[in-house]
């Protein structure tokens, strides 16, 4: 080969020197075709672009077919200087030259290189060029430009590059309509794929395989699955391995059972069943189908089974809270040698974080360790996770501080860890370290305040977020509307209102919950209505909003009828909705709706719920029906502090004193330790009955148990005090309270006030106002009630006009007491 090349190139370094009379021809004709062309290229075939070998010729006549060679050795010299000056991109405009692209522009490895290097719009251009210049480009060309589309999801590229195919006549071809399908699809819009689809005049596996992944990947499994039998049954194609993965995860995301299993009996009749990667969709399809027993059965029948298979299999049994199974499986993987990747170990701590597994968890830490994959960022961001919601918030930061590469998710997924364990000064400061912040930092960050009751602070880091430009989505919106509920910030609600209207999210069930929510918990029960009534859609958190709206308002016939509305729409009450309901019949004593509640509970399967039990039990104790209040509270199985304060609360309130105390006695005997709301139902109910004695022994208890600093509970002792005579005792814990709030001034008035004692009232009413306390109504009641009682009618009117000039006093209460 080497010495007939160079024989070749003696041959030809030869006739240049010594040119034969029929080599002097031909360069004769090579410069008048040269000539030629420079005159009019547009009668010239420009083949650069689709040339694959140097043998074909650069430029061809239209007529008479003669070929030019750019880098031809018969050229004259000439042809080169007059090519020259045309540098990359340029087009010579004169002497008939317009058409002309110089070679090193026109060529299909530079469309690839450009779409390989991110630059799409000028790969697009370069080809337009092209067809500007009635030069075809090959069909590769524009698959690879429909497949860069695809990959940046960049529709408007997309709709040149289809316009380009469609003015080259090429639209009829299938391998092209296809692309199109595929790209249409990826970039989102469905319905141009369609269109597409629908024009096209010859259909093969492949473009409808394009079709329904269109439809499947885009949220439209059901119409992915109608087309999947669409073309087995109407257009007659058999389907091939890639259709049946397709349809199966269409199935699998739908939870579409029977026609999953009709397409398993398809498999098998297709001879696919061995291949390895349907039957890992296999296993996926019937585990999120909630099917886990066929699921385990294809597994089982695999004859080859990779970490795809065992990961799939320990995927479905942890999204079906099977856990333990999970686990083993993951044992019986690893003693048969196949090694867990980084994919099987995320869907095992996903499964430990969703019932919160520590020591499982733990073990996974280690098995990461040893596998090598704890420097994978997928993985540590998982385990972060793992720990976090675990409630183990200093393993989670230990794994954080350790990333060498952290990514946003990291910092979010730290940011979160704190946010749910209430640590919402660590949450700021890694929020404060980030350089780079996504929205869902914002939110969570947001969320943390709104849960804290910290609605100032969310709503000042929602200016910041505006600030630094980040845009918001309905997530953030949600969380601003809770912090604007948590502080009652109404005006601020009403402006992130007329935002979310802009912003294009009013339709959203969510947002609308969250609205009728932030009305509700603003005292503006009609606001909150009329949202819920201009919702297009309602979810059970719409209506459950609106309900505890009324509850929470105390309009509870109102919130029965709404139940009623929500039954006809045929919503399906939850354990929320209950509890509401119930404190609604609470509030107006509407002991027959509540039993007909009670009965739904039972019906529902709700009774043995210790939180529908303990409301069941103030609802009868408030209706006044303490013997089923009762029996609830016998019957539930699992009695928090908050069940005993239930039926403590029946008692006290129908000033049942001794049935109070002794059910606290056995309480006690239970060993279920009283939490402050106990001791002030106790002293209550030894109020209602002058139980000193007990009185004192609970002050002992309140003592030990560490509440004698709280505010509620000293209001109580000294109302207890005051109510059992004893007003030494009564002042003494006055006195003693640290940060007196209206309640315990309130407490101690009353005491005088039941006991005769208007000037030591008076005198009471004086300090309260030096130490900057502003009266309420029930002060103003308390101190005119001692002045009458005790004949100091002339400084009740005093104290009374003093009143209505200093602070407004209805004229009504003054003269109920001092006339009553």
């Given at each position: ?5 160079a ?5 030809e370094?030869r006739?240049?020197?010594f ?7 031909r ?7 040269w000539?030629?062309f420079f005159?009019d290229p547009?009668q ?16 061809r ?7 030019l060679?750019?880098e031809?050795?018969?050229n004259?010299?000439?042809?080169k200087?007059?090519?020259a000056?045309m540098a990359?991109?340029?087009i010579q ?6 058409g ?18 991110g630059?799409?719009?000028e790969a697009?251009?370069?080809?337009e ?7 075809q480009?090959p069909?590769n ?8 589309c695809?990959?940046?999801k960049?529709?408007t590229e ?9 003015q ?16 249409y699809?990826k ?5 141009d794929?369609?269109?597409v ?9 492949f ?8 439809y499947?990947?885009n ?7 109608k087309l ?10 058999v389907p ?20 999953g ?22 296993v ?9 027993e066929?699921?385990?059965?294809v ?10 298979s ?14 333990k ?8 993987m690893?003693?048969?040698g ?5 994919v ?11 019932i919160?597994?520590?020591?499982w968890?733990k073990q996974?830490?280690?098995d990461?360790?040893?596998s ?7 993985v ?5 996770d ?10 989670a ?10 990514d946003?998710?990291s ?7 704190y946010?749910?364990?209430?640590c ?6 890694i ?7 996504d ?12 849960q804290q009751?910290l ?9 910041q977020?505006?600030?630094?430009g980040?845009r918001?989505d309905?997530?953030?919106?949600v969380?601003?509307?809770?912090a ?12 992130l209102?007329s ?6 999210f009013?339709?959203d069930?969510?947002l609308?919950?969250?609205l009728?929510d ?6 503006c029960?009609?606001?909150a209505r ?8 309602r ?5 459950n ?5 009324y509850?929470q308002?105390?309009?509870g016939?109102e919130?029965?009828?709404?139940y ?6 045929d ?6 909705t209950y509890v509401?309901l ?10 027959e709706?509540?039993?007909q509640?009670?009965s739904e ?12 039990g ?6 009868y104790?408030?209706?006044?029906c303490?013997?089923?209040a ?7 199985r699992?009695?928090?502090v908050?069940?005993w304060?239930?039926?403590i609360?029946g ?16 309480m006690k005997q239970?060993?279920?330790?009283p939490?402050?709301?106990t001791?002030?139902l106790l002293?209550k ?12 022994q ?10 004698e600093l709280?505010?509620t509970?000293n209001s109580s002792?000294?109302n207890?005090?005051?109510?059992c ?12 309270i640290y ?5 315990s ?9 039941q ?11 004086e300090?309260m106002?030096r130490?900057g306390?502003?009266?309420n109504d029930?002060t ?7 002045c009458s ?5 002339d ?5 009374f ?9 209805p004229?009504?209460?003054g ?6």
């Amino acid at each position: 080969m080497i010495r007939l090349a160079a024989m070749v190139q003696y041959q030809e370094q030869r006739e240049s020197f010594f040119p034969t009379p029929e080599v002097s021809g031909r360069a004769v004709r090579t410069e008048q075709l040269w000539q030629e062309f420079f005159s009019d290229p547009s009668q010239w075939w420009d083949n650069r672009f689709i040339k694959k070998s140097p043998k074909y010729p650069d430029f061809r006549h239209k007529s008479t077919h003669e070929g030019l060679w750019i880098e031809g050795w018969l050229n004259p010299s000439w042809v080169k200087e007059k090519m020259a000056p045309m540098a990359f991109g340029q087009i010579q405009s004169g002497g008939g030259f317009g058409g002309w692209l110089p070679n090193s522009f026109c060529n299909i490895d530079n469309v690839n290189k450009l779409c390989q290097e991110g630059q799409l719009k000028e790969a697009v251009d370069m080809v337009e060029l092209m067809v500007q210049r009635n030069i075809q480009a090959p069909i590769n060309a524009y698959i690879c430009l429909l497949k860069a589309c695809a990959r940046r999801k960049d529709l408007t590229e997309g709709n040149r590059v289809h316009a380009l195919i469609v003015q080259s006549g090429l639209e009829s071809d299938i391998f092209l309509g296809k692309s199109l399908v595929d790209m249409y699809a990826k970039c989102g819009s469905v319905l141009d794929a369609r269109k597409v689809f629908d024009t096209m005049t010859e259909h093969n596996i492949f473009s409808w395989t394009a079709i329904i992944s269109a439809y499947a990947n885009n949220g439209q499994c059901e119409e992915a699955i109608k087309l999947f039998q669409q073309m087995q049954q109407t257009a007659g194609i058999v389907p091939d391995k890639v259709a049946f993965v397709v349809v199966l995860n269409a199935c699998a995301r739908v939870a579409a059972l029977e026609q999953g299993k009709q397409l398993h009996s398809d498999i098998i009749t297709s001879g696919f069943e061995s291949d390895v990667v349907i039957g890992n969709t296999l296993v996926h399809m019937y585990a999120k189908c909630g099917c886990i027993e066929h699921a385990r059965q294809v597994f089982d029948k695999m004859s080859e089974r990779d970490v795809v298979s065992w990961s799939a299999m320990i995927a479905g049994y942890g999204q079906n809270g099977l856990v333990k199974e999970a686990l083993a499986l993951y044992e019986q993987m690893t003693q048969e040698g196949v090694h867990p990747d980084n994919v099987t170990y995320v869907i095992l701590l996903k499964a430990c974080t969703s019932i919160a597994a520590l020591e499982w968890g733990k073990q996974l830490h280690f098995d990461i360790i040893r596998s090598g994959f704890e420097s994978d960022v997928i993985v540590r961001n998982t385990l972060l996770d793992m720990y976090a919601k675990c409630g183990c918030i200093q393993r989670a930061r230990e794994v954080f501080d350790k990333m060498s590469k952290r990514d946003v998710v990291s910092w979010n997924s730290m940011i979160a860890g704190y946010v749910k364990w209430g640590c919402i000064e660590d949450a700021r400061e890694i929020f404060n370290e980030m350089n780079e912040r996504d929205v869902v930092s914002w939110n969570a960050m947001i969320a943390g305040y709104a849960q804290q009751g910290l609605g100032k602070e969310a709503l000042a880091l929602y200016e910041q977020m505006k600030q630094e430009g980040m845009r918001t989505d309905d997530v953030t919106f949600v969380g601003l509307l809770k912090a604007c509920a948590s502080i009652a910030a109404l005006e601020k609600g009403k402006q992130l209102h007329s935002h979310i209207i802009k912003s294009g999210f009013e339709s959203d069930v969510i947002l609308g919950s969250a609205l009728v929510d932030m009305y509700a918990r603003c005292g503006c029960i009609e606001e909150a209505r009329e949202v819920f009534n201009n919702m297009n859609k309602r979810d059970l958190v719409s209506w459950n909003g609106m309900i505890a709206g009324y509850t929470q308002h105390g309009l509870g016939r109102e919130a029965l009828a709404l139940y009623e509305q929500m039954k006809q729409e045929d919503v399906q009450p939850d354990k929320v909705t209950y509890v509401s309901l119930l404190k609604a019949c609470a509030t107006v004593a509407a002991l027959e709706q509540g039993q007909q509640l009670h009965s739904e509970i039972i019906k529902s399967g709700y009774q043995l719920d210790v939180v529908i039990g303990n409301t069941l039990v103030d609802m009868y104790a408030k209706c006044g029906c303490l013997e089923h209040a009762r029996w609830v509270f016998n019957k539930t199985r699992e009695r928090d502090v908050v069940s005993w304060n239930a039926m403590i609360a029946g008692y006290a309130h129908l000033g049942l004193g001794k049935p109070a105390l002794a059910l606290y006695e056995q309480m006690k005997q239970e060993g279920v330790k009283p939490d402050d709301v106990t001791y002030i139902l106790l002293l209550k109910a030894c109020a209602s009955i002058a139980a000193l004695e007990q009185g004192k022994q609970l002050h002992a208890h309140i003592i030990k148990s560490g509440f004698e600093l709280n505010v509620t509970v000293n209001s109580s002792l000294v109302n207890m005090y005051a109510k059992c005579g004893s007003m030494e005792h009564a002042r003494q814990v006055f006195n003693n309270i640290y940060e007196r709030d209206v309640v315990s001034w309130n407490a101690m008035l009353a005491g005088y006030a039941q006991q005769g004692l208007g000037k030591e009232a008076i005198t009471l009413l004086e300090q309260m106002q030096r130490e900057g306390t502003k009266p309420n109504d029930v002060t103003y009641v308390s101190i005119l009630s001692a002045c009458s009682h005790c004949g100091l009618v002339d400084e009740g009117r005093h104290l009374f006009d003093s009143m209505c000039k200093e602070h407004g006093v209805p004229t009504h209460h003054g003269s109920l007491c001092l006339h009553g």
